[in-house]
């Protein structure tokens, strides 16, 4: 299963990290919640504390999931993508990651959700 930044977040927030083991990601998603998890900090919703005990589970996850990149990709395909769906290139990125692989999606990103599910891609919610 390719788990995008929006499912990664939740499953990190509700504290179900191991939910992730084996199972694969790309690393701009480690950039993703780790940007949600200073905006929360900025907007006072989340204590130092928490904020860093977080980016300290966020760290240990990459350790639990595959973890592939921009040259694991066809840009050519995520641009195609992005520019047939209406997606951004980030959340194409995640859905060319899903039909390379033949693997289903986790997100709870509706608009990359329907975009996946018209394109034959299982798709999951956390």
């Given at each position: 299963?390719?788990?995008d930044a929006s499912s990664l977040y939740i499953l990190l927030k509700r504290g179900e990290p191991r939910a992730l083991s084996e199972s694969t990601t790309l690393d701009l998603a480690f950039y993703e919640v780790g940007n949600?998890?200073?905006?929360?900090?900025?907007?006072k919703l989340v204590s130092l504390e928490s904020f860093a005990s977080m980016l300290k589970v966020l760290g240990g996850v990459s350790e639990l999931m595959v973890v592939r990149n921009f040259r694991d990709l066809d840009a050519e395909r995520v641009s195609t993508l992005s520019r047939s769906t209406g997606l951004t290139f980030y959340d194409s990125a995640y859905l060319a990651l899903a039909l390379a692989s033949k693997e289903g999606l986790a997100t709870n990103d509706l608009e990359l959700k329907r975009e996946a599910e018209s394109l034959g891609v299982r798709v999951i919610t956390v």
């Open positions: 299963m390719i788990y949600s998890l200073v905006m929360e900090l900025r907007r």
